[in-house]
T-cell receptor, first 117, second 111 residues
Framework: GAVVSQHPSRVICKSGTSVKIECRSL??????MFWYRQFPKQSLMLMAT?????????EQGVEKDKFLINHASLTLSTLTVTSAHPEDSSFYIC?????????????FGPGTRLLVL | GENVEQHPSTLSVQEGDSAVIKCTYS??????FPWYKQELGKRPQLIID?????GEKKDQRIAVTLNKTAKHFSLHITETQPEDSAVYFC??????????FGTGTRLTIIP
């Protein structure tokens, strides 16, 4: 299989605090991981692309200093939402792409629902 | 960059009937077209995908067709069941580039 886990599944925090979300590929090595944000009844919006050992590539309009991404190994990427505000409340989903044949396929994590009060 | 349009945004189908969702893409270099199913509050799940070297692919009740000349691809679900109710997203990409998603179709199967 190609299993991707995410932790935590749900987090509630106060405005101004930072929140870290972990994304792990459990049974394969991920050459690339992606971070998406999804607002209610909307499509997935790509925030950034993360490659192991290198800096993340952010999409236009996404603040790299606010959404810190670390991809320390081939199985783990983290997203830290710094100084979170209510407008950052959303469903954050990671995905991972494996090396080898058919490497275009992305496998998604279960998502993290963030609520900033 | 790539642009993917998806229609319809909502679709209601009587149980047992077929459902068709259509997508068009702008980048003629795109060569990989996955379809994802997302239930409320859950992760998107890959249900079928197609590469540009084939025109049609089928997996039980689900099929995808691709017309490279017209730059559109479609998802076909036959003999629909209540558990098919979900939001479906198409996507397109070229090589190792990022996926571009459609806007989604909310499919409701009426028992």
């Amino acid at each position: 299989g190609a299993v991707v886990s995410q932790h935590p599944s749900r987090v509630i925090c106060k405005s101004g605090t930072s929140v870290k979300i972990e994304c792990r590929s459990l049974d394969f090595q991920a050459t690339t991981m992606f971070w998406y944000r999804q607002f209610p009844k909307q499509s997935l919006m790509l925030m950034a692309t993360s490659n192991e050992g290198s800096k993340a590539t952010y999409e236009q309009g996404v603040e790299k200093d606010k959404f810190l991404i670390n991809h320390a190994s081939l199985t783990l990427s983290t997203l830290t939402v710094t100084s979170a505000h209510p407008e950052d409340s959303s469903f954050y989903i990671c995905s991972a792409r494996r090396a080898g044949l058919y490497q275009e396929t992305q496998y998604f994590g279960p998502g993290t629902r963030l609520l900033v009060l | 960059g790539e642009n993917v349009e998806q229609h319809p945004s909502t679709l209601s189908v009587q149980e047992g009937d077929s459902a068709v969702i259509k997508c068009t893409y702008s980048d003629s270099a795109s060569n990989y077209f996955p379809w994802y199913k997302q239930e409320l509050g859950k992760r998107p799940q890959l249900i079928i995908d197609i590469r540009s070297n084939v025109g049609e692919k089928k997996d039980q009740r689900i099929a995808v067709t691709l017309n490279k000349t017209a730059k559109h691809f479609s998802l076909h679900i036959t003999e629909t069941q209540p558990e098919d109710s979900a939001v479906y997203f198409c996507a397109a990409t070229f090589g190792n580039e990022k996926l571009t998603f459609g806007t989604g179709t909310r499919l409701t199967i009426i028992p």
